[in-house]
């Protein structure tokens, strides 16, 4: 059984020999000593047998069957034999079991470091917690910033790329390996000094992928002057997706689709004639109220025919003796549905030709008819044309109800998508809005051209597709082949190779869900040290 326990618990240690394991309460309790005949000094590195003293130590180990274990361990203090070492004294370490001032094991120290890496603080405290170990939220921030910092490589290919550290306000830069696709570094800002004193600090990049920043090209020719500089397509597709909408947008009002309005009925239809000549003072003759009225009247006649009072009535049906008099009064049930307020006129009435003109017409949204109302002086609310709109869908109904107009943003998907990624309506749509709008249509042309240069890597024919955008009346297009120009060089190159900083966006997602854990403490050293370890596997 020793031998069992000791497998179990040290099989990874040399030097320690287990002397009990027992339950002690909510806790499990392994008493054990250190075996090793000597120790090395840490601060001469002398190897000692002069025993000084002995004494306890505590450590907290991973749990076992849920319960918490906690390791008592007798460990010696030594002499130190070298006579010129400062430290007279020093206690005995076992390798992968204790270290320095520390707690816990070294199994459970790396155990919620890793916990730390990848959860930070709140999140990371719950786990601990499941899995039966006690660790705040600050101890799990501090193991964090306790870590070493990983080793920064200097990759061939670098991705720079910017990250909110808060959006709208505080930005920081990430660059990533485009060849291992993981981060190398985070910089706490987006400057043109910050990123070309990086640059400077560690030579040996060769191509560097970025956006069309003008900061980031400009610290690329100050900190990698030899570096080749390619625009990522990514961001060049988006600046163009970007000048399309805008296209679209002086272009809105021909998004709908011309609707063929009848001529003007002068009058009503027959089902709308008949809902206007209804009269007001009679009795509903549907809905809860009206039909619950109905069946306590027959009930209470029923009972009153088989020569039961009123109070036994009210007892039998759980009604009040009141109801029941006023049921049982009413010849029918109509008497007790005509009320005072049934034949009052509605603030609707001055208007219901209008509306009818209207809904002969098409129009059919209470909204609009709502709107068109207030505009001529209806002093009442949206819920009262939305019940008589309601009763006019019943009454006459419109077998083909008005399409709604696609969205700005909706024509912009379809014109920088791929076509063969369109179904058949929107592609029909598409090709309707297209022969409204002859400028959507050129719009459409260039997008198309622009794709296939992109896809089979013919940079070498970006200046020929600028020349046919300047030749159309698309001002928001002669803005992006502006902005092309000025960083022509990286374009052609971005357009012509085929390296790509897409790994970018991802990391960017992860700095984010890494940020959003650590919630108020997101300090940028924290930030950073959690996305590097979590980047090389320390997590």
């Known amino acids: 059984m020793d031998a069992l326990l000791q497998d179990l618990w040290f099989h990874q240690v040399e030097g320690v020999l287990i002397e009990d394991v027992e339950p002690d309460g909510e806790l499990v309790v392994v008493r054990a000593r250190a075996?090793?005949?000597?120790?090395?000094?840490?601060?001469?590195?002398?190897?000692s047998?002069?025993?000084?003293?002995?004494?306890?130590?505590?450590?907290?180990?991973?749990?076992?069957?849920?319960?918490?274990?906690?390791?008592?361990?007798?460990?010696?203090?030594?002499?130190?034999?070298?006579?010129?070492?400062?430290?007279?004294?020093?206690?005995?370490?076992?390798?992968?079991?204790?270290?320095?001032?520390?707690?816990?094991?070294?199994?459970?120290?790396?155990?919620?470091?890793?916990?730390?890496?990848?959860?930070?603080?709140?999140?990371?405290?719950?786990?601990?917690?499941?899995?039966?170990?006690?660790?705040?939220?600050?101890?799990?921030?501090?193991?964090?910033?306790r870590l070493p910092d990983p080793a920064t490589h200097v990759p061939r290919l670098l991705g720079v790329d910017e990250f909110a550290l808060r959006k709208g306000h505080n930005y920081g830069t990430v660059l990533v390996d485009i060849d291992t696709r993981?981060?190398?570094?985070?910089?706490?800002?987006?400057?043109?000094?910050t990123v070309a004193r990086w640059l400077a600090d560690h030579p040996g990049v060769e191509v560097i992928c970025r956006d069309r920043s003008v900061a980031y090209a400009e610290a690329g020719r100050l900190g990698a002057p030899d570096a080749i500089h390619v625009a990522d397509r990514w961001h060049i597709w988006k600046n163009l997706a970007e000048a399309v909408e805008k296209t679209v947008v002086q272009h809105r009002a021909l998004l709908r689709k011309p609707e063929d309005i009848a001529p003007v009925r002068t009058a009503l239809p027959p089902a709308t004639a008949g809902l206007?000549?209804?009269?007001?003072?009679?009795?509903?003759?549907?809905?809860?109220l009206s039909d619950r009225v109905r069946e306590h009247h027959s009930a209470v006649h029923a009972l009153l025919d088989e020569g039961l009072g009123l109070r036994a009535i009210a007892r039998q049906l759980e009604l009040a003796r009141n109801t029941v008099r006023r049921l049982a009064h009413a010849t029918n049930a109509d008497e007790l549905l005509v009320g005072r307020w049934t034949g009052r006129p509605s603030v609707l009435d001055p208007y219901k030709p209008y509306l009818h003109q209207r809904w002969a017409e098409g129009c059919t949204v209470a909204r609009r008819l709502f709107e068109e109302l207030r505009e001529r002086g209806y002093p009442g609310g949206e819920s009262v044309v939305k019940k008589y709109v309601?009763?006019?869908?019943?009454?006459?109904?419109?077998?083909?109800?008005?399409?709604?107009?696609?969205s700005v943003r909706d024509v912009t998907g379809w014109i920088t998508r791929r076509p063969d990624r369109l179904n058949d309506d929107q592609a029909q749509q598409l090709k309707e809005i297209l022969a409204r709008c002859p400028e959507l249509n050129q719009a459409a042309e260039h997008v198309r051209a622009f794709a296939e240069l992109m896809n089979?890597?013919?940079?070498?024919?970006?200046?020929?597709?600028?020349?046919?955008?300047?030749?159309?009346?698309l001002p928001a297009l002669h803005g992006f082949?502006?902005?092309?120009?000025?960083?022509?060089?990286?374009?052609?190159?971005?357009?012509?190779?085929?390296?790509s900083s897409g790994a970018v966006e991802g990391h960017n997602n992860k700095i984010k869900m890494l940020k959003r854990q650590m919630f108020g403490r997101a300090n940028f050293d924290l930030l950073r040290k959690r996305v590097l370890l979590a980047a090389r596997g320390r997590s």
Request: charged share 25%.
């Open 49 to 145: 047998a002069r025993v000084h003293s002995r004494y306890v130590r505590r450590l907290a180990d991973s749990a076992v069957g849920g319960r918490p274990v906690v390791i008592e361990l007798q460990v010696r203090r030594f002499r130190c034999c070298q006579g010129a070492c400062p430290q007279a004294t020093f206690a005995e370490q076992v390798d992968g079991l204790t270290f320095r001032h520390g707690r816990r094991s070294a199994g459970l120290q790396a155990v919620l470091e890793r916990l730390a890496v990848m959860l930070a603080g709140r999140a990371g405290a719950r786990l601990a917690h499941t899995l039966a170990v006690q660790a705040s939220r600050s101890t799990l921030l501090r193991l964090i910033r």
């Open 481 to 499: 082949v502006n902005g092309l120009g000025q960083d022509f060089d990286a374009v052609v190159a971005g357009l012509s190779l085929s390296y």
């Open 182 to 193: 993981r981060p190398v570094d985070l910089l706490p800002d987006r400057t043109t000094a």
């Open 276 to 288: 206007a000549a209804e009269s007001p003072s009679e009795p509903r003759q549907s809905g809860r």
């Open 456 to 473: 089979n890597r013919q940079g070498q024919h970006l200046d020929q597709w600028i020349e046919h955008v300047q030749a159309d009346g």
């Open 35 to 47: 075996s090793a005949e000597r120790a090395g000094c840490p601060a001469c590195g002398t190897v």
């Open 390 to 406: 309601q009763r006019l869908r019943k009454a006459f109904p419109h077998d083909d109800p008005p399409r709604k107009a696609p």
